[in-house]
């Protein structure tokens, strides 16, 4: 008579996110995408500086919307750092500019701080998790 000996339940990795860490994500990715249009419209027909050249400067902003959807850590991180280049340049142009410029300058700021805020919660709320089940997050 032979008996199996139960195994010990391992702890099942969690595959759904927390509330707070969907609507987290879901306000980086929506305020990304619409810095992004913001920054599009601007540059192509709302007030376009020069030729409209510096419409390139959404293109950044469009690389990590897979990585925001998927919950990728890694993109978290370097979007709120790099996130910091878009408010510089919107408290810039919103002191220095008149008008409509001036406008979509200050839109940008709150956009990017929103950005950034999302982006900060999104990872200390993993971490905090991580750090509770006594494991680190997989692309950490």
Same mark, same amino acid.
């Given at each position: 008579?032979?008996?199996?000996?139960?195994?010990?339940?391992?702890?099942?990795?969690?595959?759904?996110?927390?509330?707070?860490?969907?609507?987290?994500?879901? *306000?980086? %990715? *929506?305020?990304?995408? /619409?810095?992004?249009?913001?920054?599009?419209?601007?540059?192509?027909? *709302?007030?376009?500086?020069?030729?409209?050249?510096? /419409?390139?400067?959404?293109?950044?902003? !469009?690389?990590? *919307? /897979?990585?925001?959807?998927?919950?990728?850590?890694?993109?978290?991180?370097?979007?709120?750092?790099?996130?910091?280049?878009?408010?510089?340049?919107? !408290?810039?142009?919103?002191?220095?500019?008149?008008?409509?410029?001036? /406008?979509?300058?200050?839109?940008?700021?709150?956009?990017?701080?929103?950005? %950034?805020?999302?982006?900060?919660?999104?990872?200390? !709320?993993?971490?905090?998790?991580?750090?509770?089940?006594?494991?680190?997050?997989?692309?950490?």
């Amino acid at each position: 008579m032979s008996t199996l000996a139960a195994a010990p339940e391992m702890p099942s990795p969690r595959t759904e996110p927390t509330p707070r860490e969907r609507g987290s994500r879901h *306000l980086a %990715f *929506l305020a990304t995408l /619409a810095l992004a249009l913001v920054c599009l419209a601007w540059e192509l027909w *709302l007030a376009p500086t020069g030729r409209g050249t510096l /419409a390139i400067k959404a293109l950044p902003l !469009l690389m990590p *919307l /897979a990585g925001l959807w998927r919950y990728r850590m890694y993109t978290y991180r370097w979007v709120s750092l790099m996130i910091w280049l878009y408010v510089t340049e919107g !408290l810039v142009r919103g002191t220095s500019e008149r008008g409509i410029g001036m /406008a979509l300058a200050w839109v940008e700021v709150v956009l990017s701080v929103t950005i %950034f805020i999302a982006c900060a919660a999104q990872i200390r !709320l993993r971490l905090a998790q991580a750090r509770q089940a006594g494991d680190t997050p997989k692309d950490a």
